[in-house]
């Protein structure tokens, strides 16, 4: 089977897996009790949660408790690291993404890696239909319940599919140098 063969019938697994009943939900593989930071909080007090959760990513809420972005621990050191200015210094309002990929608890796997790939992301804030936070779901999580592939047996959640995921979340746009001609 050529490659491009391959590929197609990879995509057509994919499809028939998210719509088949009792699909590997979200919320089977999600952590339930993340720790999340609020928008006033300074990156200090984010830090020391990461620390505590051994984490790099925290789901941020604001006062009504709704997820409205995110910070990862590189958000932190970038933030630092070009500032002059302390940790205890600088708001995580200051720093935030707030451009959010998510997923609902209710949806299953295949679905939130498909988020993953989209926005180019390896954590997903998992959010009810409120926007209230119900947990984390990160590439590890996933892995961690994804069974290698054999010949015949296509397992429910795939290796390879988690693999090609986080190739396609790490692949980097790099610039395009264009040198100038000889005068």
């Excluded at 339930?32 to 809420?61: D, H, I, R």
């Excluded at 954590?123 to 999580?141: C, E, F, H, W």
């Excluded at 961690?144 to 054999?150: G, K």
Aim: charged residues 30%.
């Amino acid at each position: 089977m050529d490659r491009m063969r391959r590929q197609e019938c990879l995509c057509h697994i994919d499809v028939e897996w998210i719509e088949k009943e009792g699909a590997m939900k979200v919320k089977e593989v999600m952590t339930g009790t993340p720790y999340c930071v609020s928008l006033q909080a300074n990156l200090g007090t984010a830090t020391e949660l990461m620390w505590k959760g051994n984490c790099g990513f925290l789901p941020v809420v604001d006062e009504e408790k709704k997820v409205c972005g995110v910070l990862t621990d590189r958000d932190i050191c970038v933030a630092l690291g070009t500032r002059c200015q302390t940790a205890g210094d600088v708001c995580v309002v200051d720093v935030v993404q707030r451009k959010v990929y998510s997923c609902d608890p209710e949806d299953d796997v295949h679905m939130a890696l498909q988020t993953m790939r989209e926005g180019h992301v390896r954590r997903l804030p998992v959010v009810d239909a409120s926007k209230n936070l119900a947990g984390v779901v990160s590439m590890d999580d996933i892995l961690l319940h994804a069974e290698p592939s054999s010949f015949g047996n296509e397992p429910e959640l795939s290796a390879n599919e988690v693999v090609r995921t986080y190739r396609t979340i790490m692949k980097k746009d790099l610039p395009v140098c264009v040198r100038k001609a000889a005068a």
